[in-house]
């Protein structure tokens, strides 16, 4: 039940790394960009909500202890930020004594990487926290297309009703004029176009699937057609 658009080329996931240390820097930004990785790094906190504006990251690295302003005040401010609430962010830190890791938890940290790095660790720790978002968005999807789905067939049943009541009284109509009243004919199409709209209620109270189809200024409609299990 996925949308039927254009495939498109897969971007290459975006790490923010936020530390003032230098070396760290470069040997973690070697690291993850050998790995496909896009990476930017800022070197305090207010550089890096200036930097996620413009380089909206997938996963944010940042360290605890740097000395302009503190991992936790910076993580504080990230977590305010609305484009920033979902985006994993794992702390880098020397030590990872119970009380650090509390307070981190409490800002909001999702993970945490202690110094001296592994590599392998801090690749595979980043790749865990990018496939929990990937099933939180899948989870999100699910939900968006269960209450299209239920919305579309409440919506189709509100209205089939009293559109049954007004083609019931056109087809009355039409038994009681006379061939050659010049009423009938316009009469006649719109009994028409109300059982076309019928067909398509009937197709919207059945839908099945999510299909898209191109439409001028958006991204895709539902494309009822072939979305519903009633053949067209």
Request: glycine share 6%.
């Amino acid at each position: 039940m996925s949308p039927s658009n254009t495939l498109r080329e897969p971007s290459r996931p975006r790490i923010l790394l936020v530390d003032d240390e230098e070396p760290v820097v470069r040997a973690l930004s070697y690291v993850l960009e050998r790995e496909g990785f896009d990476v930017r790094a800022a070197r305090d906190g207010s550089a890096a909500l200036e930097a996620a504006r413009g380089f909206p990251p997938d996963v944010i690295l940042l360290e605890v202890e740097m000395s302009a302003r503190g991992g936790l005040e910076t993580l504080a401010r990230i977590r305010e930020q609305e484009a920033l609430k979902g985006t994993p962010v794992l702390l880098m830190c020397s030590q990872t004594r119970p009380r650090d890791v509390v307070a981190g938890l409490e800002h909001g940290a999702d993970d945490f990487i202690t110094k001296p790095f592994d590599p392998r660790e801090v690749l595979a720790r980043i790749r865990a926290q990018l496939r929990i978002r990937s099933l939180q968005e899948q989870v999100l999807h699910a939900e968006r297309w269960r209450v299209l789905v239920e919305t579309a067939g409440g919506v189709a049943h509100e209205m089939s009703q009293p559109l049954t009541a007004v083609m019931g009284n056109l087809e009355l109509l039409l038994m009681r004029l006379p061939s050659g009243d010049p009423v009938r004919a316009t009469i006649q199409r719109v009994f028409e176009n109300g059982e076309r709209a019928v067909a398509l209620l009937r197709k919207l109270q059945r839908i099945e699937s999510y299909e898209l189809k191109e439409y001028p200024g958006t991204a895709g409609i539902l494309d009822i057609e072939r979305s519903s299990k009633i053949p067209g």
